[in-house]
């Protein structure tokens, strides 16, 4: 719901209390967590959001459980994107 409501440009801000709980007792989930804040942040052009998420996750990505494959080249291929994007942006 809450990516939902930033894609149609609400500033809305949504809490759920366990979430934050779950994210922060496993490493998985924060790596997934930053990815998909990173990934929406990219999408609707938020640098500074992309940014601090994609490095939480680059952060996190070591001690996590190893993913899938497919997941694994959706997650490479996005964080080049963005960390791409952030680089072009910071050099302007």
């Not at 149609?8 to 801000?13: A, H, K, L, T, V």
């Amino acid at each position: 719901q809450r990516d939902v409501l930033r894609l149609i440009g609400s500033d809305e801000e949504v809490t759920i209390p366990e979430e934050e709980t779950l994210v922060a007792s496993n490493n998985s989930v924060l790596k997934t967590f930053c990815f998909r804040k990173a990934y929406i942040s990219f999408m609707v052009r938020s640098y500074d959001d992309a940014k601090e998420y994609v490095l939480k996750f680059f952060d996190c990505r070591e001690n996590a459980w190893a993913n899938l494959m497919v997941t694994h080249i959706n997650h490479a291929l996005h964080t080049g994107l963005i960390s791409f994007w952030v680089a072009r942006k910071s050099r302007d």
